[in-house]
């Protein structure tokens, strides 16, 4: 059971613009949710992370929205540079241990 | 080193063989989690180790993975008996403790012949 979907699966956006992701969870028992970059041949890096008392949560050029009503929640990347290419997951946990992830989107920002 | 650390990098070895992956935690973490990543896809959960105990060992697939963990730092997972859908990248990370985000290695990319 995929408890948490992913979309869109990979996304194009030029240099400057709105790179938008989404994400939808399953289990009401989760209670963080992070976000992680990862670059080819890396592990993945922590981005950004949200618990759901919360609907936004904005760190420099990134930006975490979060409906607990509606079980999403999405990651906006503002004036999106050619250095955000990476492959996006989103990922849902109930405290930090047995984290869920997505399938990952696959940005890449062309100048 | 700073970060959590993986050896060997890459792997390549033929069905049937045992392979034992190797994980360095950052130092004075005490949380180390196993996860594998099959191509294109996300990352499915393994083990989780608090100490060198196992309380979470719900993500190993088959009574061929095993993993253990020593000392409070490194940690091992055996694949016996290999076969080709174990080919994946497989990713350690670990936590200061077990209410901390956690913290990845670059993992080590196991292909199967």
């Known amino acids: 059971q995929q408890q948490v979907k992913q979309s869109p699966q990979s996304l194009i956006v030029q240099k400057g613009g709105i790179s938008i992701i989404n994400c939808a969870y399953e289990?009401?028992?989760?209670?963080?949710f992070p976000w992680y970059q990862q670059f080819p041949g890396k592990g993945p890096a922590l981005l950004i992370a949200?618990?759901?008392?919360?609907s936004e949560k904005k760190e420099g050029r990134f930006t975490i929205s979060f409906n607990k009503s509606a079980k999403q929640f999405s990651l906006h990347i503002m004036d999106s540079q050619p250095g955000d290419s990476a492959t996006y997951f989103c990922?849902?946990?109930?405290?930090?241990?047995?984290?869920?992830f997505g399938t990952g989107t696959k940005l890449q920002v062309i100048p | 080193g700073a970060g959590v650390s993986q050896s060997p990098s890459n792997k390549v070895t033929e069905k049937g063989k045992d392979v034992e992956l190797r994980c360095d935690p950052i130092?004075?973490?005490?949380?180390l989690y196993w996860y594998r990543q099959r191509l294109g896809q996300g990352l499915e959960f393994l083990i989780y180790?608090?100490?060198?105990?196992?309380?979470?060992k719900s993500g190993l697939p088959s009574d061929r993975f095993s993993a253990e963990r020593t000392g409070e730092s490194v940690s091992t997972l055996t694949i016996q008996r290999t076969q080709q859908e174990d080919s994946a990248v497989y990713l350690c990370a670990s936590s200061l403790n077990r209410n901390q985000p956690q913290h990845f290695g670059d993992g080590t990319r196991l292909s199967i012949l």
């Open positions: 180790f608090q100490g060198n105990s196992a309380p979470d």
């Open positions: 949200i618990r759901p008392d919360v």
């Open positions: 130092s004075g973490h005490t949380a």
């Open positions: 289990n009401t028992a989760f209670d963080y």
């Open positions: 990922a849902a946990s109930r405290g930090y241990q047995k984290v869920t």
